[in-house]
């Protein structure tokens, strides 16, 4: 049985949680309301989740993304195959719904709607969720006027955050955060200097690295992060970008639409980009600003389905869209495409500088301050977009086009000036190694 916030503590890092946090449960948190977890997107960045699809047709328009998630007691776990996150742009807020539904260890009695008649506007029940790093939610409800419970509502109050959520001290075993395992270890390499220009193979090996674009490389290599093309956080949680100039790049998304989508890459250059002075190359680069037609390469980057002035989403099936002099698609990148992207790569970010001494093969020098980026949000995103501050800067090109032995490389990628990544957290400090 468990019996105390410890012994719960114990229990969830038993089943592998790495982070613990808790709501406290409002009267109308229940199976038929759902559970309301914020009225932003940035409370997806507490929970992993499978793919966004939208559904326009609802009463409501929204996305929903399912959710691994456990009812578990002090023997047991059990999952609720149903459970899946629901977001409502409109508001903005999210929900969390089908978390009872066939699963015989969750806390039915305690989900049950309230009588109007029964109501005194006092709940008492909290909800515990502990989130592992194989992307499983486990969750723990602690009645009204359990030992639990109250011990969790006396914490929220000693904190007083007006908060959603209140993480408790979840340590790993060497007792340190996440956020303060990965500043120890940016510190040391740090400290190191100069570093040789490697990366890590498939089996987790350091190999040289001599190619130009090794900083990157190598940082992950310093951290033991293998490359990968995954959108999940590389450390710990935490997604973490080297940079080497004032710019730096977001994410690179594929586009999923329009002429791009439905041609690839190699079409897609071939007719919009242009051939390079003194090279057997076609290339497709600029600046793509919103709103702004680029004069190189006839484009215009709009968006639809975003509100600049309430900086909300005002369609689930919206787009960000490169049109041509024709307003035809040249193409597109969906919000479900995007969100799903952006949420869960960026929930955490920590931005690093970095230096090369020009030598061949380079050398790399990793320096202070770092920037740390906590708890985004796809309407954020979108509205630095909005206000031009994320650009649309793509280096996809074609080498020797005509000849058999031709190479494609794709780059779509949207990049931000450093001064302005605060814009796109709530949370986004500064720090000295």
């Not at 999952?79 to 807020?93: D, F, H, K, V």
């Not at 730096?248 to 980009?273: C, H, Q, W």
């Not at 990793?366 to 800067?393: C, H, M, Q, W």
Request: charge should be positive.
């Amino acid at each position: 049985m468990i019996q105390n916030i410890e012994n719960l503590k114990s229990r969830f890092k038993s089943l592998g949680a790495t982070r613990l946090f808790f709501k406290c449960l409002a009267e109308n948190d229940n199976s038929k309301n759902q559970i309301y977890l914020g009225g932003s997107f940035a409370v997806l960045t507490y929970f992993q989740y499978g793919n966004v699809e939208t559904f326009p047709d609802a009463k409501y328009p929204n996305f929903k993304a399912p959710i691994k998630f456990y009812w578990i007691d002090s023997e047991q776990v059990e999952q609720a195959t149903s459970a899946q996150l629901i977001l409502y742009p409109q508001y903005p807020e999210v929900r969390l719904s089908g978390f009872l539904r066939g699963c015989t260890l969750a806390p039915s009695k305690f989900l049950q709607p309230t009588l109007a008649s029964q109501r005194s506007g006092i709940d008492g029940r909290v909800l515990f969720f502990g989130t592992t790093e194989d992307g499983a939610t486990l969750a723990y409800l602690a009645p009204r006027n359990s030992v639990i419970a109250n011990a969790a509502i006396d914490f929220a109050n000693l904190t007083q955050e007006k908060a959603i959520f209140h993480d408790l001290p979840l340590t790993n075993l060497v007792g340190k955060s996440s956020k303060i395992l990965l500043l120890d270890a940016l510190r040391e390499i740090h400290l190191s200097g100069f570093v040789d220009s490697i990366r890590l193979n498939k089996q987790g090996e350091r190999m040289p690295y001599s190619a130009r674009n090794g900083g990157g490389y190598t940082l992950e290599a310093m951290l033991g992060i293998k490359p990968n093309a995954i959108a999940a956080p590389d450390y710990l949680g935490w997604e973490v970008k080297a940079f080497s100039s004032s710019r730096i790049t977001l994410m690179t998304p594929e586009p999923s639409s329009g002429f791009y989508g439905d041609n690839g890459v190699e079409a897609f250059v071939r007719k919009y980009g242009r051939k390079v002075a003194g090279k057997n190359q076609l290339y497709f680069t600029g600046n793509h600003v919103f709103d702004q037609t680029n004069k190189t390469t006839g484009l215009k980057l709009v968006v639809d389905g975003f509100d600049p002035k309430t900086k909300k989403i005002t369609d689930v099936n919206g787009s960000i869209f490169l049109l041509d002099q024709n307003t035809h698609e040249a193409a597109s990148w969906s919000f479900s495409h995007l969100l799903n992207h952006w949420n869960k790569k960026h929930a955490s970010a920590a931005y690093v500088p970095f230096t090369n001494n020009k030598a061949t093969p380079p050398k790399y020098q990793f320096g202070s301050p770092v920037y740390l980026g906590e708890r985004t949000d796809f309407s954020k995103y979108l509205n630095a977009l909005a206000e031009g501050k994320v650009i649309f800067d793509p280096g996809s090109k074609v080498e020797n086009p005509d000849a058999p032995n031709k190479s494609v490389k794709a780059r779509s990628q949207f990049r931000i000036n450093k001064k302005d990544l605060s814009l796109l957290y709530e949370s986004f400090e500064e720090i000295q190694l």
